[in-house]
């Protein structure tokens, strides 16, 4: 059964709710782009409320070295610093339709394809391969400076379609099932693309277009009315 809940997604969300600092040893160079991209990235976090975006996502596969594309839209809106009160919704419609929701600490994954949806609290995902990174969202500022070191390969890069960002590189510090993530912020703030690299040299790289801050979403777009024939799995 292919699991589709994208890690870098979270990484997204993450970078732009909470912020990340850079140790005091960078190059100059390098750390004034930095120190220029974590004040956007702070002033991108305490001003946003809502998100709403079209979002694609590349899993590509170092063994076959096969990529396989997806695409869909995002619904966000971030809760309290430390708490599990953010609310997502992931809904993929290309190649598949299936639907992640996320509220008050509990997830539902629906794939209607075969009338079936994975409930559970998003900690018993620590268990999966994804779960190191779905836990950071919980994670303090403290915290994350603990988990990574360094950034490196600062650098400027316009991405397709003309969008201007800053990119850095993120490697943790300690275990982890993946090497390192890239993490692409545009001029407003906003972690545009992540890339994933995982310990076997597969990566998953995740976009984000046509982003609309600030615009009301009503809260039921988080919880997924189903029939009562849907069968329900404990995650």
């Known amino acids: 059964m292919k699991k ?14 909470l912020p990340l ?15 220029s991209v974590l004040s956007r990235m702070e002033r991108a976090k305490q001003s946003l409320k809502t998100l709403r975006a079209n979002v694609s996502m590349s899993k590509y596969n170092s ?4 990529t396989e594309d997806f695409s869909g839209i995002v619904l966000y809106v971030p809760g309290s610093a430390g708490s599990a009160s953010a609310l997502m919704r992931l809904e993929w419609n290309k190649p598949q339709h299936e639907i992640l929701a996320v509220s008050n600490g509990n997830y539902s994954l629906y ?23 779905l836990a950071l ?22 991405l397709w379609g003309g969008v201007r960002t800053t990119h850095f590189k993120a490697v943790p510090k300690t275990a982890a099932s993946y090497k390192y993530i890239e993490i692409w912020v545009d001029d407003s703030g906003m972690p545009v693309q992540t890339k994933m690299v995982e310990k076997n040299d597969d990566s ?5 277009s046509s982003v609309e801050k600030n615009q009301a979403i009503s809260k039921d777009q988080f919880t997924l009315k189903l029939d009562s024939n849907v069968k329900r799995v404990k995650g």
Not at 122 to 130: A, I, L, N, P
Not at 144 to 158: A, H, I, P, V, Y
């Open 137 to 158: 969202i919980n994670m303090s500022a403290a915290q994350l400076r603990t988990k990574f070191g360094n950034f490196q390969d600062e650098r400027e890069e316009t």
């Open 111 to 133: 794939r209607p394809r075969l009338n079936m949806v994975i409930e559970g609290k998003t900690g018993s995902m620590k268990s999966q391969k994804d779960g190191d990174v």
């Open 4 to 17: 589709l809940f994208p890690p870098c997604l979270v990484l997204a969300l993450l970078a732009t709710v």
């Open 21 to 35: 600092e850079p140790v005091s040893n960078a190059r100059a160079q390098s750390a004034g782009l930095v120190s």
């Open 204 to 208: 998953t790289t995740l976009r984000l």
């Open 63 to 66: 063994q076959l070295r096969d």
